[in-house]
């Protein structure tokens, strides 16, 4: 990766710490992708004891588990601490009256691509929009399919290269400098998944498409998300105003029927990990192939 596009964990930390008070009410979109995921399950048969939500945010996905995987234990883990604190309170209200008890959802704060949780730990792994903020995808996929049992699910989504292209745009003809994160394409993506050991992946996209007033309007809606720009290689200091009136200038040129589009390349994927083959006896099979040379 760019050193440019190195995303600094510190940094996207401290501003999903600042965002997790109001993220509900600002991440339409994200939430909108949970109840597409969400959707997703109904095809898949699986019955998990434990689910790991990787990158759970405040928890959107947690009514949606609770309600298709009522007796399954779920482990919310998130980079941000504040992020996780909402997420664990998710057992009370509704949750508590479908007979959940507290002992069902383990908060964890931590990183996906050194997950502090034990190996074969889980039935399935979700991770919704998550991935993107990792330096490693290789690695944190790797951490992925070490933690998911023989037979587990690995469900997830992520942005793709298209992602805010139009503010990227924008900014380039700016300043040129790095204002929006690089994504990895989907085929990029399901060649990882082969490589760290996952079967059959299967991965798909879909472009949606938000409209604004004003850029400022999709930029505060970015930093209600705790979405800062948090590479290596982004400006120091705020953007100045001469600066962020070229930005409004050179995006005025998309405006269509008086809004503003902004896209979002949304990719999903999905792949198992593999069950060890065994004989009629139930002992493991192992192939042995002969030494080449």
């Not at 600042?18 to 898949?44: K, P, S």
């Not at 298709?68 to 009256?97: E, H, K, N």
Request: include cysteine.
């Amino acid at each position: 990766m760019n050193d440019l596009y190195v995303v600094d964990k510190r940094v996207a930390r401290r501003a999903f710490e600042h965002a997790a008070a109001g993220y509900d009410a600002a991440a339409v979109l994200q939430n909108e992708i949970c109840r597409r995921m969400l959707a997703r399950l109904d095809y898949i048969k699986l019955e998990p004891a434990t689910i790991l939500d990787a990158g759970c945010g405040t928890g959107n996905a947690i009514p949606g588990f609770a309600e298709r995987f009522p007796r399954a234990s779920i482990v919310a883990l998130d980079l941000a601490l504040a992020m996780v604190r909402r997420a664990r309170a998710r057992r009370t209200g509704w949750l508590g009256r479908l007979g959940w008890r507290d002992g069902r959802i383990t908060a964890v704060c931590g990183d996906i691509e050194r997950l502090p949780v034990a190996s074969a730990r889980a039935d399935m792994v979700w991770s919704n929009l998550a991935l993107q903020w990792v330096n490693e995808p290789p690695r944190a996929f790797a951490e992925l399919r070490r933690v998911l049992r023989p037979g587990g699910l690995l469900m997830f989504s992520s942005f793709g290269p298209d992602t805010l292209k139009e503010l990227r745009a924008a900014y380039a003809a700016a300043d040129g400098l790095a204002h929006v994160h690089r994504f990895i394409d989907m085929h990029d993506l399901g060649d990882m998944l082969v490589k760290a050991g996952f079967a059959d992946p299967v991965m798909d996209m879909e472009y949606v498409t938000l409209t604004y007033a004003t850029v400022r309007d999709l930029m505060r809606d970015l930093k209600a998300i705790g979405a800062h720009n948090a590479a290596r290689g982004r400006p120091a200091g705020l953007t100045g105003k001469s600066r962020l009136a070229a930005v409004e200038r050179n995006y005025e040129a998309l405006r269509r029927d008086g809004r503003l589009p902004a896209t979002f390349e949304v990719i999903y994927g999905h792949a198992w990990t593999a069950t060890p083959r065994v004989s009629s006896t139930g002992r493991p099979v192992i192939d042995i192939r002969p030494r080449r040379g």
